[in-house]
């Protein structure tokens, strides 16, 4: 087994809606869908987004474009307009998830 | 094989957006459509601020000069443009249009959409919360702007009426695709999945360059020529389906990797996207490639409309200023972070009242967090950003004197003081709810 982070796995983008952010992590090739779908799990986005996420987390799969969408709760600070951080929106929450470490037993 | 073909062009992801993106999708080929799109959450405060300041604006003020650039090319082009710029005054928007046409002895049909301006509703009921159940009397007070997201059946009505350029206020974004659909291929309100298909179109090219190469994460380094990106095109047909695509010669890619990262942006259950128009199910869509920057979209299904329309209403949130710092190895983050404690401690010896105190170092853990935060000492610089917002204008602007004195009186190599020294900004919340769809009157009405 090796560890290796998402991003060898998956790309993703990120965004706000109210004070809870998304992020659409898509498999880059479709064999690893099922890798993602195992791995990525809400419990782990949780504790990986720790002091980001304040609320809890949804999970939603889209087969179809073999990708996984998560909402992050209360995630952005109070919101676009109201939060102080630097990434109000959540645009680099995409990034953030793609630095998780998975183990795989193959090389990308 | 001879489908009817309807051609949309997104011209405008944001306020703000490239603007010569506009002008290459007017000149780069032929389009049926151009849609703008000038509306985020945060936009609509911005607009009532401007027009309370001024009661003719309160619209995207870049919007008429565009106007004024490409009239000639999309009336002999017959190019139908439909865009939201016209915020909280579409019927200011319009005029300043119509005007400039008039003096320009160019004859065209604006059409302006109102009925989502829901202010006056406000002071004498409630709107709880979407997402926390709150109720509206904790800022009813402070209310600067309240809108509902209307659909699409306006703007099938305007160009029924023949208008060149479309007007509206607050409508969902991707409701600007859908309506010319509707009007060219004759779709019925009902027509569940064929809506789904327009919306999810819209909302692929809504964005602007998000689907045709921009802010692709998939792999950056291999999108050809982002100085001349093309933006987005929706090749449609009447059975639904439809290809999104970009001009030729242009910038950027079009591929299932830029197409897949804009259609899970900024939403929730993708299988119940809710519109104004239709509950679409992303998760029906098949993609397939045609051809080089060119993605096929099918099968997508929909469900009945929801019986209310979403609201945004904007409020006054008091006060902000924004400093910052940028400090130098050795022990870059130590002393950025040993700096916003120094400013804590003087904020509290001040007296000085504030809703929110929020410090970040940019360089260590002002996107990722506790993550990627370290004391990393051979980090080369990093940049201290310290944000203080509460309802006490003074307060907030007599902290905009606290930053500059650490560059002589705090830790060791600090600079760049003179970009950071914030101004004092007016903040706006944005408050989401729900109003019954039977509440609101959408009308069309055209100037010449």
Redesign the interface.
């Known amino acids: 087994m090796r560890t290796i982070r998402l991003v060898e796995l998956a790309h993703a983008r990120s965004g706000d809606k109210g004070n809870n952010s998304n992020i659409g992590l898509i498999a880059r090739d479709p064999r690893y869908y099922e890798i993602l779908c195992r791995e990525v799990t809400i419990e782990r986005v949780k504790r990986h987004f720790a002091g980001i996420c304040l609320g809890t987390v949804e999970r939603f799969e889209l087969p179809n474009i073999h990708a996984i969408n998560f909402v992050l709760h209360e995630s952005l600070d109070g919101g676009g307009t109201l939060s102080l951080r630097t990434d109000a929106q959540g645009k680099t929450h995409a990034a953030t998830l793609l630095m998780m470490e998975v183990q795989v037993d193959f090389t990308p | 094989m001879n489908k009817k073909k309807v051609t949309i062009a997104a011209g405008q992801g944001f306020w703000g957006d490239w603007l010569e993106a506009p002008v290459r999708q007017i000149q780069g080929g032929a389009i049926d459509y151009l849609m703008l799109d000038y509306l ?3 936009t609509m ?1 911005v607009l009532a601020k401007q027009k309370e300041a001024n009661p003719a604006l309160g619209y995207a003020r870049d919007f008429p000069p565009l106007i004024e650039r490409i009239l000639s090319d999309i009336v002999q082009r017959n190019v139908k443009v439909i865009s939201n710029a016209g915020g909280l005054n579409p019927r200011a928007c319009a005029e300043a249009i119509v005007a400039s046409a008039r003096s320009r002895q160019i004859p065209v049909k604006v059409a302006v959409i109102t009925g989502d301006d829901i202010t006056a509703l406000t002071s004498s009921r409630d709107f709880l919360h ?2 926390t159940g709150g109720s509206l009397s904790q800022i009813r007070d402070r209310i600067s702007a309240a809108n509902a997201y209307i659909g699409a059946d306006p703007i099938v009505e305007a160009l029924q009426q023949g208008a060149q350029i479309v007007i509206t206020g607050r409508v969902a974004d991707p409701s600007m695709v859908l309506g010319p659909l509707r009007f060219a291929f004759g779709w019925k309100e009902n027509d569940w999945d064929r809506l789904a298909s327009g919306i999810l179109a819209g909302h692929i090219i809504e964005c602007g360059a ?1 689907s045709s190469g921009g ?5 950056w380094r291999a999108v050809p020529d982002l100085a001349h990106v093309g933006f987005p095109i929706i090749e449609a047909y009447e059975d639904g389906d439809f290809i999104v695509t970009k001009h030729p010669n242009t910038g950027g890619l079009v591929s ?2 830029t197409v ?12 119940a996207y809710y519109t104004p128009d239709v509950v679409a199910d ?6 397939s490639d045609a051809g080089p920057d060119r993605v096929r979209i099918t099968g997508v299904k929909g469900k009945p409309r929801p019986g209310a329309y979403k609201v945004s209403i ?1 409020y006054f ?1 008091g006060y ?1 200023t924004v400093s910052t710092l940028v400090y130098s190895w050795p022990d870059a983050i130590a002393k950025a972070k040993a700096a916003a404690e120094i400013l804590r401690i003087r904020i509290q010896d001040l007296g000085l009242q504030f809703e ?1 105190i ?1 410090s ?1 170092v ?1 360089g260590a853990n ?7 935060d370290s004391n990393n000492e051979l980090i080369p610089e990093v940049m201290l ?1 310290f ?1 203080v ?1 509460g309802y006490h204008e003074r307060d907030v602007k007599r902290f905009t004197r606290e930053m500059a004195p650490l560059v002589l009186g705090g830790p060791p190599f600090a600079t760049a003081y003179s970009g950071g020294k914030g101004d004092v900004s007016e ?4 408050w ?1 709810s729900l109003i019954d769809r039977a509440e609101i009157t959408p009308r069309v009405e055209c100037l010449v």
């Open positions: 985020a959450e945060v405060s979407l997402e998000q802010n692709f994460s998939g792999d299932q990797a897949k990262e804009q259609m899970v942006y900024e939403i929730g259950d993708p299988t992303f998760t029906t869509a098949q993609l904007s949130h902000r929110k929020h970040e940019i002002a996107c990722h967090g506790q993550l990627t950003r944000v917002q903040v706006y919340g944005y989401p």
